[in-house]
């Protein structure tokens, strides 16, 4: 039987059905990332059984098989995210959120591979080498969390976990043609997430089959004691996915710009119509503020990571150089346990809080933060909810933006704002352009109105099957 | 704001990130261009805008202070790097 093909909620119903055992499945997901991760690069560790998980859990995942990027801690192995300054690190302690999928019945497989630290948008900055798009080997499956999105997109994983601080969840959706959500800020705990910019910073899952995706949030989310920005919310009902008309869907005018790819615009545009065709309002809507999001993002960011990477300085866990005296260990041991882009952003941040600049780059970027907002809380007085390209191109080339970060920086242009903003925002696939590279499109919501971006993509599912497309060598 | 190789190893100094001068070589028209793109918010009218200090819903999250403890000490004392009985070990700090 072809597993890879299932969704997960389909799996874990034989598995209920007893028409397979949790270790058929396990098996099955693990020997094919045995067979393909050599040629991908998806998975840095992956486990010869699951990680001790609840039997007799009831949820409609219960035996499904995941990846968890990672930056999220797993209990008695090694947490490293793709940087050589945590080699050899193992985690004491579970994350929130793998409690959660334990207890659920996940079997976990593995961790994914990620640019270091979650800083890139294109998986080519992990100190285990880069990843390859599935798709097109030659390209990238974009980042931070391109190895969470390439094992779902090559079915070496029904679903998986990843993290997006500017886009790093839904940006490598759109490359690899999987759906990715990130959540409303607050929606899903953070414990045990390596913080990069805790002001952003939310967990997400991947899938195929968007009804998966739904399942997957219901799981990980909640009030959490040990992250206090956590907020208890109701589960979100099944998907109802009948009727789309009177909905009004805001498309942003600032998006459809110079820079953005034709066959991405076509193929948007596509969806587009067919929303229409089916009853839903289209509105041309204005984020004025738009074209400085990502200077905002890059101050702010930066910023966060810098104070948060200052905990690694080789004394308590991780790699330690060896030095003369406790100063010379911090510098020895980060200069030579991060990576050039780690670098680049901790410098960078470091400049933007310090004296004499604090003024003059971050007050002001978290005062424009207020008015990205603002853009968005009125531009949500207009429509329900928002639909834009995920990003500017398909999927690039390895190597083709490494030397020039301001360029890598700007194909996160269209997922930045709603992360400023602290809305949730969930990438869908869409189609293809003329290369056969998958295009995502990216809709936004209102506050903690993720039900909503579900039963949208639930109704383009449902009358589509670009998410049913898997590479042919993966088939 | 005009970047040289003097400020960029002036912050690397602040973020105890120790980098040689062809490192700071490398760094310093990268960053340059990174501050003056970032710059373009200077375009934008801030008069008056409150700093967005929180997206949280929760504010002032209490909790009673009662020691809870970590239930894995041992999980923490295996990642020292170095250390001597079950304490870390670091090199001399007062002279």
Same mark, same amino acid.
């Given at each position: 039987?072809?597993?890879?093909?299932?969704?997960?909620?389909?799996?874990?119903?034989?598995?209920?059905?007893?028409?397979?055992?949790?270790?058929?499945?396990?098996?099955?997901?693990?020997?094919?990332?045995?067979?393909?991760?050599?040629?991908?690069?998806?998975?840095?560790?992956?486990?010869?059984?699951?990680?001790? +998980?609840?039997?007799?859990?009831?949820?409609?995942?219960?035996?499904?098989?995941?990846?968890?990027?990672?930056?999220?801690?797993?209990?008695?192995?090694?947490?490293?995210?793709?940087?050589?300054?945590?080699?050899?690190?193992?985690?004491?302690?579970?994350?929130?959120?793998?409690?959660?999928?334990?207890?659920?019945?996940?079997?976990?497989?593995?961790?994914?591979?990620?640019?270091e630290? &979650?800083f890139g948008?294109?998986?080519?900055t992990?100190?285990?080498?880069?990843?390859?798009?599935?798709?097109?080997?030659?390209?990238?499956?974009?980042?931070?969390?391109?190895?969470?999105? &390439?094992?779902?997109?090559?079915?070496?994983?029904?679903?998986?976990?990843?993290?997006?601080?500017?886009?790093?969840?839904?940006?490598?959706?759109?490359?690899?043609?999987?759906?990715?959500?990130?959540?409303?800020?607050?929606?899903?705990?953070?414990?045990?997430?390596?913080?990069?910019?805790?002001?952003?910073?939310?967990?997400?899952?991947?899938?195929?089959?968007?009804?998966?995706?739904?399942?997957?949030?219901?799981?990980?989310?909640?009030?959490?004691?040990?992250?206090?920005?956590?907020?208890?919310?109701?589960?979100?009902?099944?998907?109802?996915?009948?009727?789309?008309?009177?909905?009004?869907?805001?498309?942003?005018?600032?998006?459809?710009?110079?820079?953005?790819?034709?066959?991405?615009?076509?193929?948007?545009?596509? &969806?587009?119509?067919?929303?229409?065709?089916?009853? *839903?309002?289209?509105?041309?809507?204005?984020?004025?503020?738009?074209?400085?999001?990502? *200077?905002?993002?890059y101050?702010?960011?930066s910023?966060?990571a810098s104070?948060?990477?200052?905990?690694?300085?080789?004394?308590?866990?991780?790699?330690?150089?060896? *030095?003369?005296?406790?100063?010379?260990?911090? +510098?020895?041991?980060?200069?030579?346990?991060f990576g050039r882009e780690a670098k680049r952003r901790i410098m960078l941040g470091t400049f933007?809080?310090?004296?004499?600049?604090?003024? !003059?780059? #971050?007050?002001?970027?978290?005062?424009?933060?207020?008015?990205?907002?603002?853009?968005?809380?009125?531009?949500?007085?207009?429509?329900?909810?928002?639909?834009?390209?995920?990003?500017?191109?398909?999927?690039?080339?390895?190597?083709?933006?490494?030397?020039?970060p301001l360029?890598m920086y700007?194909?996160?242009? +269209?997922?930045?704002?709603?992360?400023? !903003?602290?809305?949730?925002?969930?990438?869908?696939?869409?189609?293809?352009?003329?290369?056969?590279?998958?295009?995502?499109?990216?809709?936004?919501?209102? #506050?903690?109105?993720?039900?909503?971006?579900?039963?949208?993509?639930? +109704?383009?599912?449902?009358?589509?099957?670009?998410?049913?497309?898997?590479?042919?060598?993966?088939? | 704001?005009?970047?040289?190789?003097?400020?960029v190893?002036?912050i690397a100094?602040?973020a105890?990130i120790?980098?040689?001068?062809?490192e700071?070589?490398y760094f310093e028209?990268q960053m340059?261009?990174i501050?003056?793109?970032?710059?373009?918010?200077?375009?934008?009218?801030?008069?008056?805008?409150?700093?967005?200090?929180?997206?949280?819903?929760?504010?002032?999250?209490?909790?009673?202070?009662?020691?809870?403890?970590?239930?894995?000490?041992?999980?923490?004392?295996?990642?020292?790097?170095?250390?001597?009985?079950?304490?870390?070990?670091?090199?001399?700090?007062?002279?």
């Amino acid at each position: 039987m072809d597993l890879h093909k299932l969704s997960g909620w389909e799996i874990a119903g034989k598995i209920k059905a007893k028409k397979l055992s949790f270790e058929e499945v396990f098996d099955y997901f693990h020997n094919r990332i045995i067979k393909f991760n050599p040629q991908l690069n998806a998975v840095v560790r992956w486990f010869d059984k699951p990680l001790e +998980f609840n039997r007799n859990s009831d949820s409609p995942l219960a035996g499904v098989p995941i990846v968890i990027k990672d930056n999220i801690c797993l209990k008695g192995k090694e947490t490293t995210c793709a940087s050589r300054i945590l080699k050899g690190f193992v985690s004491p302690y579970d994350s929130t959120v793998v409690q959660k999928l334990k207890n659920a019945g996940l079997q976990i497989l593995g961790a994914a591979n990620m640019d270091e630290f &979650a800083f890139g948008s294109s998986c080519e900055t992990s100190c285990y080498g880069p990843v390859k798009n599935p798709w097109d080997k030659t390209r990238v499956p974009g980042g931070s969390s391109g190895g969470s999105a &390439a094992v779902v997109s090559a079915g070496l994983s029904p679903v998986s976990l990843g993290s997006d601080t500017g886009g790093s969840i839904r940006q490598p959706a759109s490359f690899c043609g999987v759906c990715g959500l990130k959540p409303t800020y607050g929606k899903v705990s953070r414990y045990g997430l390596i913080a990069f910019g805790s002001s952003f910073d939310q967990i997400g899952p991947f899938s195929r089959d968007i009804q998966d995706c739904l399942y997957l949030l219901n799981i990980i989310s909640g009030k959490d004691p040990k992250d206090s920005t956590s907020v208890q919310a109701e589960p979100l009902k099944n998907l109802s996915v009948q009727d789309i008309s009177g909905l009004c869907i805001g498309v942003p005018k600032e998006y459809f710009i110079e820079g953005l790819s034709e066959d991405v615009d076509k193929t948007i545009r596509q &969806a587009l119509s067919f929303f229409k065709n089916n009853g *839903a309002v289209i509105k041309e809507i204005s984020l004025p503020s738009t074209e400085y999001s990502v *200077a905002v993002y890059y101050i702010l960011a930066s910023s966060e990571a810098s104070s948060n990477l200052s905990r690694f300085d080789g004394i308590k866990y991780g790699h330690r150089e060896k *030095a003369e005296s406790l100063s010379e260990v911090y +510098f020895k041991t980060r200069a030579k346990g991060f990576g050039r882009e780690a670098k680049r952003r901790i410098m960078l941040g470091t400049f933007s809080l310090s004296s004499g600049y604090y003024e !003059a780059y #971050y007050l002001k970027a978290l005062k424009a933060r207020q008015l990205i907002k603002e853009d968005f809380k009125a531009a949500f007085k207009k429509c329900d909810l928002m639909i834009t390209p995920t990003s500017p191109t398909a999927a690039f080339k390895i190597g083709e933006k490494l030397d020039n970060p301001l360029s890598m920086y700007l194909s996160d242009i +269209f997922t930045i704002s709603a992360s400023l !903003a602290g809305l949730p925002a969930l990438s869908v696939p869409c189609g293809f352009t003329s290369q056969g590279l998958p295009v995502g499109m990216q809709i936004i919501g209102n #506050y903690f109105q993720e039900e909503m971006l579900f039963n949208l993509a639930g +109704f383009y599912q449902k009358n589509t099957d670009w998410h049913k497309k898997i590479p042919q060598e993966y088939e | 704001m005009k970047l040289d190789k003097k400020t960029v190893k002036y912050i690397a100094n602040l973020a105890r990130i120790e980098l040689s001068g062809e490192e700071a070589a490398y760094f310093e028209p990268q960053m340059q261009r990174i501050i003056e793109y970032v710059e373009k918010i200077n375009g934008l009218n801030l008069e008056g805008i409150k700093p967005v200090l929180s997206f949280s819903p929760n504010t002032n999250v209490f909790r009673p202070d009662q020691i809870q403890r970590f239930e894995n000490t041992e999980g923490l004392i295996a990642n020292f790097p170095q250390k001597q009985d079950r304490f870390v070990k670091v090199p001399k700090v007062i002279e």
